[in-house]
């Protein structure tokens, strides 16, 4: 139902899951374990799938708290569960109990926990979130509770692989006009001469690193190619299905 990754559940005073597309109710393209509200999935159905991921943190059902996610840079703290959900793409809070909620489906969900200073953070990393800051502004969000860079612990969850993801010329441009060092995440695609095979995991790796982040470690799974585990907007686009759903992968303080 779940992944847990050693470098956070070492520490007594983070609870966190990666949780994979099983153990839930919903049926068709969205069997069974999907988390995204903003899906055509029945909405009783996401209900009782999110209840079982809070109860798999030993947390009650409001406490897993969800953004209207817009592939941006913007990160908010977060105090108490939203009475609507604000249009951002990471999260950071100090309040034991809540559990930050990232939905993802090929993106890279990064999950951050600072045990010294009691701060964690969560973030929604697509290219584009990835490249205009995402992380550096969830780190930053961190910071102003408190944290700090240099004890924080982040992880990048269940993301496209390099070998399923296939960019056009004017998408590797974007990148490498950004910084000319960004050349080093895309190797030739095999199947069309102008377009490249892009390293998602390893350039939100590289950026987590720069940002000055104390321990970076990445689970290594890729969401295309795992159709078992993982949902995959990009699978689901090639096979042409009407819809898909959501990955949740979350972090909490313990209470």
């Known amino acids: 139902m779940f992944i847990e990754a050693p470098e956070l559940s070492s520490h007594s005073g983070v ?13 068709g393209v969205f069997a069974s374990l999907n988390g995204g509200l903003g899906s055509g999935d029945e909405p009783a159905r996401v209900a009782e799938n999110r209840r079982r991921m809070t109860a798999q943190l030993a947390l009650p059902a ?5 953004l209207y996610q817009v592939h941006s840079a913007e990160a908010v703290a977060v105090a108490a569960p939203f009475s609507e959900r604000p249009r951002a793409d990471a999260m950071a809070t100090r309040v034991p109990g809540l559990a930050l909620g990232i ?3 090929d993106c890279g969900p990064v999950l951050f926990a600072d045990p010294e200073n009691r701060v964690v953070g969560a973030a929604h990393a697509g290219w584009k979130g990835a490249l205009t800051g995402v992380i550096e502004a969830t780190l930053a969000a961190m910071e102003r509770l408190g944290g700090e ?10 993301t496209i692989g390099a070998a399923a993801y296939e960019v056009g010329p004017e998408f590797r441009a974007r990148f490498v006009e ?5 050349g080093r995440y895309f190797a030739p695609s095999p199947e069309r001469a102008s377009h490249s095979l892009f390293d998602l995991p390893a350039y939100i790796v590289a950026r987590l690193e720069r940002a000055g982040v104390g321990e970076v470690a990445a689970l290594g799974h890729c969401t295309y190619s795992d159709p078992d585990r993982f949902f995959s907007y990009r699978r689901a686009t090639h096979r042409a299905e009407p819809d898909y759903g959501r990955l949740v992968s979350a972090i909490a303080l313990t209470p």
């Open 15 to 27: 609870r966190h899951a990666f949780f994979t597309r099983r153990g839930g109710v919903s049926e």
């Open 62 to 66: 409001d406490a897993l708290v969800s």
């Open 103 to 105: 939905l993802t489906a």
């Open 149 to 158: 860079r240099a004890a924080t612990v982040a992880v990048l969850g269940p």
């Open 178 to 182: 950004a910084d000319p060092e960004n």
